[in-house]
């Protein structure tokens, strides 16, 4: 039991690694392969502005226990803000398009874009995100990338003794 | 429990590897599962109706539709065209007939292969929880076998109501100015249409290429079929007529033919992309007459900047959106091969169990 608390708390702070000890109870199939997932909340896009990347800031009442309002707007709007910076209209975006075009767009072939350098950004920053602010409190922002840019999503995990997460 | 530990399963909420640049930062994750069977790739079990090449690098329509047609076309009337007119057109005009002709294949060529073979913005389908979680906000009537009715969604973009309408396939409300592709069974970003000669949809991610590939070759049709006429009309001099000139070069007939044909609808598809691009229309909704207003209500599109220069920079010079398939990533290991693994556990485990 605290054995499997510690390693648990360890593989959150390092964020990385996915080594994961299951302790055999009453589990189903499911359980098997994930630490205790208690569930997961869905932060959907705003279209409010039109198609760009942007996520509603509203805050889940899932997480009321859990985390900050004001935490969580700022993680949201941080995300929207590279988002915006991502799909920019403006002077070097245009550029970048032009001297693509001349060149039948071959150099989309051999060269990174803006875009995708913006979002190795954002995967930094949800990493960094969960380091600090998101795995003590037993929660787990997964990149919106990896959704089709449909959806934020956090993972809740059971909170066993932990300790009040705050 | 023993392999449990060895097994460094990865929790399905940890990211396994970054989806974008082929070599991934992360790159060890994928490697490191000590796996029985090799990592597969998403492009491996990809839902839709595409056929993926050199390991999930390219991507096709199930139907290539008359892309090989488009091809050959293209091929064979530029062939002919450096066989028999470029010679005589060398001779008699300037060699640079055959540096802007070779100049506009090469580019026609590109930019149509790559309008094929790109992803065109499809967005992948819903996960069960997402789907889950859709479901239970829409407040169904329990486990309905029948269809329930067409749930729709409405979100007010720039002072306009939108209707996003729930994709039953995809499990997901569509995104404004997305639609299914019957053809490709996929939601795609942006749908313009699906084109059959290009053999793919056409959408947020290759409209750029296609808008390219027919501006150039309505750019190729014109100046073939203008250097075949010239190079007929000089050949017909000296009262020696056009059937002797034709019986000289018989290549020239068939690309007069083939380009008089084509440089009408293509020039006309040009023109007609050309006002969809300045007014930042997607051929589906000048179609179904969205933004018209014809039911007398005061409709405007509210994607538009309302600035020719700037519809027109926004949609073809505008920052190139990823692709969000991610082919080439790595399924996670639970998903591929963790339930093989478990699924032998599971009898040992559950007599220890009490459920």
Known sequence: ?166 | MKNCEYQQIDPQALPPATPNPPPPPRGPHGDRGEEPTAPRRKWQVFPGKNRFYCDGRIIVARQSGVLPLTLGLIIVTCGLFFIFDCPFLVKHLTSCIPVIGGLLFVFVVITLLQTSLTDPGILPRATPDEAADIEKQIDNTGNASYRPPPRTKEVLINQQVVKLKYCFTCKMFRPPRTSHCSLCDNCVERFDHHCPWVGNCVGKRNYRFFYTFIVSLSFLTAFIFGCVTTHLALRAQGGKGLMFALQESPGSAVELVVCFFSVWSILGLSGFHTYLVSSNLTTNEDIKGSWSGKSGEDVSNPYSHKNIFVNCCSVLCGPMPPSLIDRRGFLPADESVQTAAVDTELPTLATKSVP
Not at chain 1, 29 to 50: C, E, H, I, M, T
């Open chain 1, 1 to 166: 039991g605290r054995s499997f608390n510690a390693s648990l708390l360890s593989s959150f702070n390092i964020g990385i690694t996915g080594l994961c000890f299951k302790k055999v109870k009453t589990h189903s199939l499911q359980d098997l392969r994930q630490p205790a997932v208690s569930s997961k909340v869905f932060v959907q896009r705003d279209y409010n502005s039109g198609t760009i990347s942007k996520f509603q800031t509203k805050f889940p009442s899932e997480l009321e226990s859990r985390l900050d309002k004001q935490q969580f707007e700022e993680t949201i709007q941080t995300l929207n803000n590279l988002y915006a910076e991502a799909e920019k209209l403006g002077g070097k975006s245009y550029l970048e398009g032009c001297l693509a075009c001349l060149t039948a767009y071959t150099i989309f072939l051999c060269m990174e874009t803006h875009y995708e350098k913006v979002l190795k950004k954002i995967s930094r920053y949800i990493k960094d995100q969960n380091e600090k602010i998101y795995a003590p409190r037993g929660l787990l922002l997964t990149d919106p990338i990896e959704r089709g840019l449909r959806v934020v999503e956090i993972t809740i995990f059971e909170d066993r003794s932990i300790g009040s997460g705050r």
